[in-house]
Structures are given as structure tokens and as C-alpha cells.
């Protein structure tokens, strides 16, 4: 039972264009949203994230976005850069309930991004 | 992450063997997980702890157990070791919860052959 789910398991792009990543997610008590970027051999590390009552939420060049109704959300990038190429993990958790209070992540998308 | 190492970086064990995987933080956080990331699944969450002492099980516990006799160190076991558990295993680390985001070692590549 995948509660978060990534569908596309990789996506091109070319440099200073723009990135989307989506994900979408199935379990109505998430309320916050993370995405993790990961580098080979490292650990993933925190990007942005969003609470469940805003629906955007910017840093820089990444926003994010989360439209409710549709259980979905989308990390933009923009513009994109050659070392953004990496793997990107939405994540989610729930202020109550079996999801309090842990991360659920989905499976990843693989972005790579060309000069 | 200079706050949190995991050890050993890489392992190649039998199947039936015990393992057993460290995870070490110098931040005192209170919440220690750890996941295990494989192709087309993503990071799924084995076991975590909200204090010493103080653990429970995750999506895909089977086979696996943890400890906590101190607040910088979570142990992950694995009791009897089988193909099916090689995969690539990271610790994070939590001040207090989700909404302070997790910080994650570099990872434990473990190979059951």
C-alpha cells in the first residue's frame, strides 16, 4: 500500500529550463510535506517543505506546490542547473494516526539535468 | 553529515549470519529512525525510537530489531540475515519531529550472499 507515490521514475531536462516533479498522495491525514534531494553515496538531505493550510511555498529557485483537493503536490525548479541532477523524494507525515509523526516517502524521482 | 555516521559504509555477509548496523549522532536529538532504500520502493521506514529505551516498528520490521541504551546510539539487527534484506540503510536523526525535517547519515550498503 504505497500512501505516497511518485510516478514517473525519471525526468530530463535541459539546463535553466524548468524542472516539475510531481507526486501524489493517497492517505487524507498528511498534512505536511517534505522533499529530500539525494546524491550518490549520500544521505538524502531536506529541500523545502509545505504545511497542509498553505498551498505554495518558495525557497529560491525550488517551490512547491499542493493542491488538497487532488491529493498532489509539485516541486518546481527553476531554473534548473546541472547540479540539481539528482534524486528527489516527496515525503509526508500526519499529525495523527499511525503516520504521526514519521515520514512516508514516495519512490523517487531520478532527474538529470543536461548543459 | 558530520552530526551523525553510520558504520560500516559497506558489508558483505552470509545469509543466516546476524548483522548488526550503527548509527551514531553528537546532535542529542531525541528521534532516531532507520530506513532502507531499494529500487521502485523508495525509503521505507524498519524501526525508530523516540527516546533511550524507547522504540517501535515501522512498515517493514520483519526481521529486524533495534536498540537504545544511550541517546546517541540506535542499533539496527539483523536477526538472521536473507537475500531480501540487502539494500542500502540509512539512520536519520530528529530534534523533535517531522516538522524539523530529518537529517540522514550517508548510509550502510549491505550485501546478503
Known amino acids: 500500500d504505497q500512501q505516497v507515490k511518485q510516478n514517473s521514475p525519471s525526468l530530463s531536462v535541459q539546463e535553466g529550463r524548468i524542472s516539475i516533479l510531481n507526486c501524489d498522495y493517497t492517505?487524507?491525514?498528511?498534512?505536511?510535506f517534505l522533499w529530500y534531494k539525494k546524491y550518490p553515496a549520500e544521505g538524502p538531505t531536506f529541500l523545502i517543505s509545505?504545511?497542509?493550510?498553505?498551498d505554495k511555498n518558495e525557497d529560491g529557485r525550488f517551490t512547491v506546490f499542493l493542491n488538497k483537493s487532488a491529493k498532489h503536490l509539485s516541486l518546481h525548479i527553476v531554473p534548473s542547473q546541472p547540479g540539481d541532477s539528482a534524486v528527489y523524494f516527496c515525503a509526508a507525515s500526519a499529525q495523527s494516526g499511525t503516520s504521526y509523526g514519521k515520514l512516508t516517502f514516495g519512490q523517487g524521482t531520478i532527474l538529470t539535468v543536461h548543459p | 553529515d558530520a552530526g551523525i555516521t553510520q558504520s560500516p559504509r559497506h558489508k558483505v555477509t552470509e545469509t543466516g549470519t546476524p548483522v548488526t548496523l550503527r548509527c551514531h549522532q553528537t546532535?542529542?536529538?531525541?528521534?532516531m529512525y532507520w530506513y532502507r532504500q531499494d529500487p521502485g520502493h523508495g525509503l521505507r521506514l524498519i524501526h525508530y525510537?523516540?527516546?533511550?529505551?524507547?522504540?517501535d516498528k515501522g512498515e517493514v520490521s520483519d526481521g529486524y530489531s533495534v536498540s537504545r541504551s544511550k541517546t546517541e546510539d540506535f542499533l539496527l539487527t539483523l536477526e538472521s540475515a536473507t537475500s531480501s534484506q540487502t539494500s542500502v540503510y540509512f539512520c536519520a536523526i530528529s530534534q523533535a519531529g517531522v516538522r524539523y525535517g530529518y537529517t540522514f547519515g550517508s548510509g550502510t550498503r549491505l550485501t546478503v550472499v
Open positions: 509545505i504545511s497542509s493550510i498553505k
Open positions: 525510537s523516540y527516546g533511550v529505551k524507547d522504540t
Open positions: 492517505n487524507s491525514m498528511f498534512d505536511y
Open positions: 546532535e542529542n536529538h531525541r528521534y
